[in-house]
């Protein structure tokens, strides 16, 4: 397990060795050939409000550890019980600062708590390490104030973020981001604080035109990608833009190896809930084949590419004639229903591995994932079989996240 807050280097000048794979920014995963690189696909205006000129900011708590996670606006609640849960769990007795719609979540750890591993979490898109905060920013050298919360620390950066939550201020503040990103890797060069070697990350994320978060990542847990969010471009074949959370899927939640091992042309898939068929789509991207469960048309193309059957019949029933390589499943039930059929097909052995959504109801949405998640494994557990089960709430989710689960 990775230690929650790792010890730093004595000294300045010592360099790490080791290039760390996550470093350069964005990695997005592996992209079929044709498929053009995304680009931003939000447009977002500037913002304008006057600030006062004072300075002002927090350094680090002695007490403990202050953590900054992203999440889905709306999500707060859950993501700040999650924390809660997790660091309870760890021997901690930290507590949650959130604003609903604010896209993040500051936890503040209190006592000798164990680590808390990001990519453990459902509800988080990116778990950072609060070096400090900054407020009352002055609008005009904005660095003024940060560089010296920066050079407070003694690591130094493989890259430096600056980005901001996803909410509606968040989007707006993005040019701002941009301009002092390039602002702040120019002062951070000419101070030798760049280092391509360093596992470490730092982040700064702007809640206001005038009020930051100075935090750090470990590139080797946490995710790749700014803001914890992969840009993806919706493929053109494909017939849904459902296509777009599957896709997400294979990258947040497998590694590029589990990626390359456990999907293989040839493979053999079923898709419950598959019309019109974006989760196929990107099966027969990588050469699948597929059996397509749903009373609902499939595209026709798809369906001219040989490599896919689609059968009009309920999901809920449906069995496979023999086991096969990958159950997908985005129908739209009650996630305690999806569970248990998820659950079913894994302790049975009719799926070797699985990826499928669970729509949270509006009330108690963290206790039904935990129900969920739990009668997953217990089930497993009673079939004598070790589950690897892995949940996010992806970008391209709403009121839903995903789950991926492999018997071990
Ligand atoms: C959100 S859509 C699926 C979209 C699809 N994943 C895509 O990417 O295009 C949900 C689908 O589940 C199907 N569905 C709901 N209940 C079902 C059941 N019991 N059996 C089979 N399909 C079902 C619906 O007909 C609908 O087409």
Redesign the pocket.
């Known amino acids: 397990m990775q230690p929650d807050a790792p010890p730093l280097p004595k000294r300045r000048a010592r360099r790490h060795t080791r290039m760390s794979p996550t470093c350069e920014r964005p990695a997005r995963g592996t992209r079929r050939p044709g498929v053009p690189a995304p680009s931003p696909n939000r447009k977002v205006s500037a913002m304008s409000r006057a600030v006062p000129q004072t300075r002002a900011f927090e350094p680090p708590s002695p007490q403990g550890d202050r953590l900054l996670a992203y999440c889905r606006p709306g999500f707060e609640g859950e993501c700040a019980q999650e924390l809660t849960a997790l660091d309870a769990a760890a021997g901690g007795g930290g507590f949650a600062r959130a604003a609903r719609g604010s896209g993040f979540v500051e936890f503040v750890r209190a006592g000798a708590g164990g680590a808390i591993d990001g990519r453990r979490l459902v509800f988080a898109r990116q778990l950072l390490h609060v070096l400090g905060h900054a407020s009352a920013l002055p609008v005009h050298d904005r660095l003024s104030v940060l560089l010296p919360l920066v050079e407070a620390d003694p690591r130094r950066w493989c890259d430096a973020w600056v980005e901001a939550p996803d909410s509606d201020p968040g989007r707006a503040l993005a040019p701002l981001c941009r301009g002092l990103n390039a602002a702040l890797i120019a002062a951070l060069k000419p101070r030798k604080l760049i280092d391509r070697a360093s596992p470490w990350r730092l982040h700064v994320c702007l809640t206001a035109t005038d009020a930051a978060f100075v935090a750090v990542a470990d590139v080797r847990s946490s995710t790749p990608w700014p803001g914890g969010i992969p840009r993806l471009k919706f493929p053109r074949s494909a017939?849904?833009r459902?296509?777009l959370?599957?896709e997400e899927a294979l990258l947040v939640l497998l590694d590029e190896g589990e990626r390359e091992r456990w999907l293989k042309p040839g493979m053999r898939a079923v898709?419950?809930?598959?019309?019109?068929?974006?989760?196929?789509?990107q099966l027969v991207a990588r050469s699948l084949h597929v059996t397509a469960?749903?009373?609902?048309p499939m595209d026709a193309a798809l369906l001219a590419s040989g490599l896919v059957d689609h059968l009009r019949?309920?999901?809920?029933r449906y069995r496979p004639p023999k086991p096969v390589d990958w159950l997908v499943c985005?129908?739209?039930?009650q996630p305690r229903r999806v569970a248990e059929l998820m659950a079913q097909w894994l302790a049975q052995g009719w799926c070797r591995h699985a990826i499928f959504n669970l729509k949270l109801p509006m009330k108690k949405r963290y206790d039904e994932v935990e129900l969920c998640l739990g009668l997953l494994r217990a089930t497993l557990s009673d079939a004598g079989r070790r589950l690897d089960l892995r949940a996010r709430q992806l970008y391209h989710d709403r009121e839903e996240i995903t789950v991926f689960a492999r018997v071990a």
Do not use: I, Q, R
């Not at 419950?272 to 974006?278: F, T, Y």
């Not at 469960?293 to 609902?296: H, I, L, Q």
């Not at 985005?330 to 039930?333: I, L, N, P, R």
């Open positions: 017939p849904s459902s296509t959370k599957l898709d419950l809930g598959a019309s019109p068929g974006g989760w196929t789509w469960v749903d009373n609902g019949a309920d999901g809920f985005d129908m739209v039930e």
